[in-house]
């Protein structure tokens, strides 16, 4: 097992810790382990809480994972949480004072860094670089490297994003409590993207999550804004533990069992009951009355939405949105949505892996497929388990034109990438 790909994952939210083992073999990702803890509080706000105790028991979880798979893990891959994210637009230029000069992978990671010189506040940190659009002289190369062109100056714009350093640095503490190294860490958002496919253009992404609904626009497969609607499936569960005067767990039952959103069959059944202390009397409670309850609130989070919407579809009326998140799995709720005109032609995130949740574990699949991709645009082997620096062998999927260094600087580097996967896209401090 040493010499495959083979990734660690992991992600640290607010009520819980998952790590999973995914195999990359054929072009498909192959489960090997998985596992959520969500026993106790681990974060606020994506602030890890308690960064050496949390580390601990993440260094317990790996030490099972050794022993049942004999293997030792090295690295992890680190899903960011976005709570706070900002996003910067930034410019440089290099000119290198020759009319013919030939454009290294030097000079494109020199003007990179130079794009990182922004002015952002003492308590944030620079978490991710994404150059979109390089120049040599008057010839443009939007999402590609102007590697081997000739020129005089290279201009390059840069979207940069900052992280809040309590959120950044108490995750990457927990791996340091954890006695294990950092393989690469993602933005969610990005980490969502690649469940998608990885050439994507104009992009927009509603993740319906637990407490907020995110909408990020992608624009020339970059992360252009964000914006949060501060209402999730837990405030779809309290309206309805409202409504019922019930417990949490009960209205949980039967919003996600009972109730279809966008189904009137036996709309009158009477499915529950409560004493109204106020006016001594029994409330009954249809299925109707529960599900308008439930609507009401899903009405809400679309009208946030669509009011986003209508500069970016008048702009372009034909731009992709793609909806992803715990609330998407309701029952009727992909019908129901689709009834609004502006969201009639939404498309879902998809799971083609057997047993794996859609939602719970799309970000952990998404970070794998970009660490795929990374090793396969660096053509090396960088794994959980293995030593670093080792010549990609998957025959599968590595194209032999870049079976080495050489070959690499020989052909068109862009060819083997996708727009996401530009080099020092990703700032692992």
């Known amino acids: 097992m040493s010499e495959q790909e083979l990734y660690v994952v992991c992600q640290i939210d607010d009520f819980n810790l998952k790590i999973m083992v995914n195999r990359y073999v054929n072009n498909h990702i192959q489960v090997l382990y998985k596992e ?197 499936f837990n405030q779809i569960a309290k309206g309805l533990m409202t409504k019922m005067r019930c417990s949490y767990s009960k209205a949980i039952k039967y919003l996600t069992k009972i109730i279809n959103v966008n189904s009137d069959y036996l709309s009158d059944l009477v499915v529950d009951k409560y004493f109204d202390q106020e006016t001594k009397r029994i409330v009954t409670l249809s299925k109707a009355d529960l599900q308008i309850t439930v609507r009401n609130q899903l009405d809400e989070i679309v009208e946030h939405i669509e009011s986003f919407l209508v500069d970016i579809l008048d702009k372009d009326p034909n731009i992709e949105i793609v909806f992803t998140g715990q609330t998407i799995n ?38 794998t497929n970009y660490q795929h991709n990374l090793n396969l645009f660096n053509n090396v082997l960088i794994s959980s388990i293995n030593n670093p620096g080792k010549v990609m062998i998957n025959k599968d999927s590595v194209s032999s034109a870049l079976t080495t260094a050489d070959n690499a600087n020989k052909t068109d580097v862009n060819q083997y990438h996708s727009p996401l996967n530009l080099n020092y896209q990703y700032n692992d401090n």
């Open 36 to 232: 959520v803890l969500n026993s106790e509080q681990y974060a606020e706000g994506g602030v890890v809480i308690n960064p050496e105790l949390t580390g601990k028991l993440l260094r317990t979880v790996l030490d099972k994972i050794n022993q049942l798979l004999k293997i030792k893990i090295e690295r992890i891959a680190l899903n960011l949480p976005s709570n706070n994210l900002k996003i910067y637009q930034s410019r440089a230029m290099l000119d290198f004072k020759e009319v013919n000069h030939t454009i290294t992978n030097n000079d494109i990671n020199q003007v990179i860094e130079m794009t990182k010189n922004i002015s952002i506040d003492q308590d944030e940190v620079i978490c991710l670089t994404k150059p979109y659009d390089f120049k040599v002289d008057n010839k443009n190369f939007p999402n590609s490297f102007p590697l081997n062109v000739q020129g005089q100056i290279i201009y390059l714009e840069s979207l940069i994003y900052s992280l809040p350093k309590a959120i950044y640095n108490s995750q990457l503490e927990v791996l340091k409590a954890a006695k294990c190294e950092l393989l690469s860490t993602m933005l969610e958002q990005f980490a969502l993207v690649f469940n998608l496919h990885n050439n994507f253009n104009n992009l927009v992404l509603i993740d319906w999550g637990w407490n907020t609904t995110k909408i990020s626009v992608f624009s020339n497969s970059a992360l252009y804004a964000i914006h949060n609607i501060k209402i999730g």
């Open 330 to 367: 309701l029952p009727g709720f992909s019908s129901y949505i689709k009834s609004f005109n502006k969201l009639s032609n939404v498309s879902f995130i998809t799971n083609t892996i057997p047993g794996i949740d859609n939602y719970e574990w799309a970000t952990l699949i998404g970070i």
